[in-house]
């Protein structure tokens, strides 16, 4: 029934479906932007193996700064929300996804891939592309953090079937992404291939919003019972 129970929480449960499609996708994405580290640095910048490494560092930065940030603002917004909660003593859990947060993320995303794309096209300073992948990267981790969070506490009594079902998801998309992936930038280049991605990032940038304005519905109206 466990290895059962996160298969269902993926088909049954919209609310879980449409967080693991997109955290899916973002992650699928990023894994797609880190394979290209080792060609891009090394090509367009002439970087050595040991240079190369260090690449990625830009986007570890980012993801550690999203964490540590992110769970403070979290811990700040949820504590606000007890002080005034509704009729039953609860407060909204779409709070965790405060529209000025997620959107702040959401379109740090399309931005970081277009500053990545261009300003390795064009051979701009090496710093300007790694800036862009640590803005990708920061961007990442405070959609998928306030969605994955958001999901956790809406199904309480199944948070780790809930959590199995998107990183079920996330690894088939992250896996399989790259894999054409790279024969994309061979046709489109790196700045109108990241152009491209950087234009799914932007369609998914409503998903946070419409999940704060009615993710409260859903989760009523589809309560598992799994």
Known sequence: MALIRPLKFLF??????TIAVYVGIVYGIFYLLVTTFSFVYSSQYGFD?????????????GMMIGVLSLGHVQDYL????????????????????TPWITLSAGLLMPAGLLLYGWASHYRVHWIVPMIGAMMFALGLTGA??????????????YAASGSAAVILLRSLIGALMPLGGLKMYDALGLGWGNSLLALVCLLLVPVPVGLYLFGERIRKRYDPVL
């Open 12 to 17: 049954r449960t919209p609310l879980v479906s």
């Open 49 to 61: 193996e040991g240079d190369t490494g260090l690449s990625f560092l830009p986007a570890d930065l």
């Open 78 to 97: 949820v504590l606000r929300a007890k002080r005034n909660p509704d009729d039953d003593g609860k407060y909204k859990l779409e709070v965790k996804l």
């Open 144 to 157: 998928t953090m306030s969605l994955q969070s958001y999901q956790m506490d809406s199904y309480p009594r």
